[in-house]
């Protein structure tokens, strides 16, 4: 079994930031991919970043330009680094680890809450 612990969620002004931390343990191990997603209230799941054991790295267009994913392997701990905040990123937001094959897996936090508020 793994287990994905987030932290760093919070209340934040538009213009703001925050770092988003996602820690992993037990039989989550690499190679594998790591990444965040989000769902704001009374919508669906959506995408948010993603990186690699190899530190590729991906983003929704929404979020390019503001927000950055980075990974500790020795800590095997996911960052999201969260910048230029506005109201329309306030969600619960989820660490993933997912891997393919036959030591497949695809595990989930239980999400951590960021309101971007006045």
């Known amino acids: 079994q793994g287990l994905l612990e987030e932290s760093g969620g919070g209340l934040v002004q538009p213009g703001g930031s925050l770092r988003l931390a996602c820690a992993a343990s037990g039989n989550i191990v690499g190679p594998n991919a790591m990444g965040w997603y989000r769902q704001a209230p009374g919508k669906r799941r959506e995408y948010v970043a993603q990186?690699?054991?190899?530190?590729?790295?991906k983003y929704a267009d929404s979020v390019k330009g503001r927000f950055t994913i980075s990974r500790d392997n020795a800590k095997n701990t996911v960052y999201l680094q969260m910048n230029s905040l506005k109201p329309e990123d306030t969600a619960v937001y989820y660490c993933?680890?997912?891997?393919?094959?036959?030591?497949?897996?695809?595990?989930w936090g239980q999400g951590t809450q960021v309101t971007v508020a006045s």
């Open positions: 990186i690699t054991t190899g530190g590729s790295t």
């Open positions: 993933n680890a997912e891997k393919p094959g036959p030591d497949s897996y695809d595990y």
